[in-house]
């Protein structure tokens, strides 16, 4: 059965904001329950995962309607974007949320909208601020005095800052120094594609981030792992940061390793020997069969501390992606610590401790929000 965690409040270290109306209707909400975006797929296969038939019956039981996918449009065409948002946030019992506004943001509901169901505060994608000042940039020189102030003065929501160096280039950052990163400005000057890829640009920028994050004592966000099909998983592979983090310039910049999986004992190892290292499991819980989220907490907690282990749903786009990460993140927690205290790891007590380090104290002090999460002081 698990612990009963049910009453423990998460808090949400890495997530992505809701849909604007106009947006919905272009897409499905089989979207939610995986990775892929190719429209055969979601026609065809994303609804025979174990994680999808699942959900169903999660969402329908909130819902009060019927478990299939027809029932469950049915139902939610009938209630407004709000309506469903208040729901779901509420049974979900989320103390906060840190959202990476960078993904479709012009797509998206804007931070304050979602401040009205939840503590909501911004974890700032360096991309796609790096893409937003390079459209208009007139020279290298410039174009890097502007992202260097734009990292030093945020806006006050910001509690970290988020890159996706995974996507664009790979884990592998470079000794890249200020002439290389001049380099690659001019060839993706020349692409002039929108989307910077340059591996030379890009991780002279991932570097001057960890700088400004020590200076600031922000910590970075770093996808790693699975994701979209446009996602090299096999440069995505955590361990391929380890020689910058051997690097005495940028250690004791904290960094949360996000999602992991499938290299879960990869980046539980770099947490185990280093201590700025953070991971979370946020996207295998809730995409994974209950076998596979309780096989991917369990392998983090087979060597990595209690109170380096973060929650994080990786929802994004419409509200039931919060709730069903919530429910199985404390479940799935639940189950991993109940075989602890079996095999005689942990008393009831301490697990009890440890699952609520992992669902919400440990990201409150990474973030530096405890204080502001709605009911406490």
Same mark, same amino acid.
């Given at each position: 059965?698990?612990?009963?965690?049910?009453s423990?409040?998460?808090?949400?270290?890495?997530?992505?904001?809701?849909?604007?109306?106009?947006w919905l209707?272009?897409?499905?909400?089989?979207?939610?329950?995986?990775?892929?975006?190719?429209?055969?797929?979601?026609k065809?296969?994303?609804g025979?995962?174990?994680?999808?038939?699942?959900?169903?019956?999660?969402?329908?039981?909130?819902?009060e309607c019927?478990?299939?996918?027809?029932?469950i449009?049915?139902?939610r065409?009938?209630?407004?974007?709000?309506?469903l948002?208040d729901?779901?946030?509420?049974?979900?019992?989320?103390s906060?949320?840190?959202?990476?506004?960078?993904?479709?943001f012009? !797509?998206?509901? =804007? /931070?304050?909208w &979602?401040?009205?169901?939840?503590n909501?505060?911004r974890? +700032? @994608?360096?991309?796609?601020?790096?893409?937003?000042?390079?459209?208009?940039?007139?020279?290298?020189?410039?174009?890097?005095?502007?992202?260097r102030?734009?990292?030093?003065n945020?806006?006050?929501?910001?509690?970290?800052?988020?890159?996706?160096?995974?996507?664009?280039?790979?884990l592998?950052i470079?000794?890249?120094?200020?002439?290389?990163?001049?380099d690659?400005?001019?060839?993706?000057?020349?692409?002039?594609?929108?989307?910077?890829?340059?591996?030379?640009?890009?991780?002279?920028?991932?570097?001057?981030?960890?700088?400004?994050?020590?200076? !600031?004592?922000? =910590? /970075?966000?770093i &996808?790693?792992?699975?994701?979209?099909?446009?996602?090299d +998983? @096999?440069?995505?592979?955590?361990?391929?940061?380890?020689?910058?983090?051997?690097?005495?310039?940028?250690?004791?910049t904290?960094?949360?390793l996000?999602?992991?999986?499938?290299?879960?004992?990869?980046?539980?190892?770099?947490?185990a020997?280093?201590?700025e290292?953070?991971?979370?499991?946020?996207?295998s819980?809730?995409?994974l069969?209950?076998?596979?989220?309780?096989a991917?907490?369990?392998?983090?907690?087979?060597?990595?501390p209690?109170t380096?282990?973060?929650?994080s749903?990786?929802?994004?786009?419409?509200?039931?992606g919060?709730?069903?990460?919530?429910?199985w993140?404390?479940?799935?927690?639940?189950?991993?610590l109940e075989?602890?205290?079996?095999?005689?790891?942990l008393?009831?007590?301490?697990a009890l401790?440890a699952?609520?380090r992992?669902?919400?104290?440990?990201?409150?002090?990474?973030?530096g929000?405890?204080r502001?999460?709605?009911?406490?002081?």
């Amino acid at each position: 059965m698990g612990l009963d965690l049910s009453s423990i409040p998460v808090f949400d270290g890495h997530a992505h904001n809701l849909l604007l109306p106009a947006w919905l209707k272009e897409y499905p909400i089989e979207g939610i329950f995986t990775e892929s975006t190719d429209r055969e797929y979601l026609k065809s296969f994303a609804g025979e995962t174990l994680a999808f038939k699942r959900s169903l019956k999660d969402i329908a039981a909130v819902l009060e309607c019927d478990p299939s996918i027809e029932a469950i449009r049915n139902r939610r065409e009938k209630m407004e974007q709000a309506e469903l948002a208040d729901l779901y946030f509420k049974k979900a019992n989320i103390s906060g949320v840190v959202l990476d506004d960078g993904f479709w943001f012009h !797509r998206t509901r =804007p /931070l304050e909208w &979602h401040s009205s169901f939840v503590n909501t505060y911004r974890a +700032l @994608r360096i991309e796609s601020l790096a893409e937003a000042l390079f459209e208009n940039s007139i020279s290298f020189d410039s174009f890097l005095s502007d992202f260097r102030d734009a990292l030093l003065n945020p806006p006050g929501s910001v509690v970290a800052y988020k890159s996706i160096i995974a996507y664009r280039s790979g884990l592998r950052i470079g000794s890249h120094d200020k002439r290389a990163a001049r380099d690659g400005y001019l060839v993706e000057k020349e692409r002039n594609t929108g989307r910077l890829t340059d591996g030379r640009l890009l991780g002279f920028l991932f570097k001057l981030t960890l700088e400004v994050c020590r200076g !600031r004592d922000l =910590p /970075l966000q770093i &996808h790693t792992g699975w994701g979209d099909s446009d996602l090299d +998983l @096999r440069e995505s592979n955590p361990l391929h940061l380890k020689p910058l983090l051997d690097e005495d310039k940028y250690s004791r910049t904290r960094l949360v390793l996000l999602h992991c999986y499938p290299y879960t004992r990869e980046a539980a190892y770099l947490a185990a020997i280093y201590p700025e290292v953070y991971i979370d499991f946020g996207l295998s819980v809730p995409l994974l069969s209950v076998a596979g989220m309780e096989a991917v907490i369990g392998e983090m907690l087979e060597i990595a501390p209690v109170t380096k282990i973060c929650y994080s749903s990786d929802a994004r786009f419409m509200p039931e992606g919060f709730y069903l990460a919530a429910t199985w993140a404390r479940r799935a927690v639940g189950l991993s610590l109940e075989r602890s205290i079996q095999c005689g790891e942990l008393t009831l007590n301490e697990a009890l401790k440890a699952a609520a380090r992992i669902l919400k104290e440990n990201s409150e002090g990474l973030y530096g929000v405890a204080r502001s999460v709605k009911g406490e002081s």
